[in-house]
């Protein structure tokens, strides 16, 4: 069976954004918990990571192989692209303005990595 996302469809990448997706919901509320002051911190850290969430899951590329189901909103590829850029390297932004630079660092150079790895992904969606 001729698969079109052969390099990113693998597994173990697979694994590997399933852990960046996850931590760069949490990066959203860590950045929350650290620069927000105290009477709104409480509604960002659950707030902002639900909103990430709610949007990685919601706006998605028919039948997208990477993916287990449609998401609600049918969504085109380069926008899809967009929206994952976004929210990966937001993740190293809120790191960076939470004050955990070097963590901040080396979340970029996974992410870069993965996206060197998983560039017939990014060709997917911006055909699609």
């Given at each position: 069976m001729n698969h079109p996302l052969a390099l990113a469809d693998n597994g173990a990448l697979l694994?590997?954004?399933?852990?960046?997706?996850?931590t760069s919901v949490v990066s959203v509320g860590i950045w929350s918990w650290r620069r927000t002051p105290t009477p709104w911190r409480w509604l960002l850290v659950v707030a902002l990571p639900v909103l990430v969430g709610w949007a990685w899951g919601t706006f998605t590329v028919p039948n997208d192989p990477s993916r287990g189901?449609?998401?609600?909103?049918?969504?085109?590829?380069?926008?899809?692209?967009l929206l994952e850029v976004t929210v990966f390297f937001g993740a190293v932004v809120a790191l960076h303005l939470a004050g955990l630079c070097r963590a901040a660092r080396w979340l970029f150079v996974v992410m870069v990595a993965y996206q060197l790895l998983a560039y017939d992904r990014i060709g997917w969606l911006l055909s699609h």
């Open positions: 694994a590997v954004r399933f852990l960046l997706e996850v189901e449609n998401g609600d909103v049918r969504t085109p590829g380069p926008l899809r692209l």
